[in-house]
């Protein structure tokens, strides 16, 4: 049996493997003293750093920014950053931005699609880019599929998924992110591809989960979704802060009164 290409990447994670996303230098630092084993500076930081409805406006400028920031708070993890879109449209653009998110500090770079992709996969591996497959729900897609919604549901999808998996395999995908994937879909992809699976509301079969960071801490209190678990109250907390920084000024505004 051959050995993978990124193998060394691949030696880095162990089930079930863990990926969170991070944005930014303390958030990544965290992230990684806990123990998490691959972190991802996803394009979802339009939606939750930036504020915009969805992944489509974010930028490979921006992307740079946020994988140097992420890069400086991590001694553990793998770093994976995201293509965002039209950054790859054919095989030069992806070997050109991927090149320079590695250059702003990634291990290794997203893309999002399948069997169509492979020829930027492939450009991809043979530049030596690591590189992370993402199938299922596309969020990048959302407007020409109106909508975020359960992949893998007809038995059409469920085998286009799963020759993506093996094709996005044999290009040179050092892990494949599932995301909103029918849980048995996942399970059989899983069991037919020799590299992780990492799955995002797409059940419990894959070889690991990945979760965007905020839905986990409780920091996006404004959308959060179904199948995401809420472990913590950072929102709560922020504005409990506030409260008492507001508090504080009130005192001394009185003080200042009185004096
Ligand atoms: O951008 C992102 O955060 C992602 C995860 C949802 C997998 O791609």
Partial sequence: M????????????????????AYDYPTARLCDEAGIQMILVGDSLGM??????????VTIEQMIYHTQIVRRGINQAVLVSDLPIHTYDTPEA???????????GADAVKLEGGIE???????????N??????????PQSVHEEGGYHKKGKTLMEADRLIASAQALEAAGAFAIVLESVVSDVARIITASVRNPTIGIGSGVHCDGQVRVLHDVIGAFPWFVPPFAKIHGDVSGTIRTALDGYLSEIAAMEEKRMNS
């Avoid at 050995?3 to 079930?16: A, C, F, M």
Wanted: net charge negative; glycine share 6%; charged share 20%.
């Fill in 94 to 104: 992806a070997l050109e931005n991927g090149r320079r998110l590695i250059e702003a």
């Fill in 48 to 57: 939750v750093v930036a504020g915009c409805p969805d992944t489509t406006s």
């Fill in 129 to 138: 880019i690591p590189f992370c497959g993402h199938l299922g729900m596309l």
């Fill in 117 to 127: 992709q492979v020829e930027k996969i492939r450009t991809l591996t043979e530049a």
């Fill in 2 to 21: 051959s050995t993978h290409p990124h193998q060394s990447l691949i030696d880095r994670l162990h089930t079930p493997i863990s990926v969170i996303t």
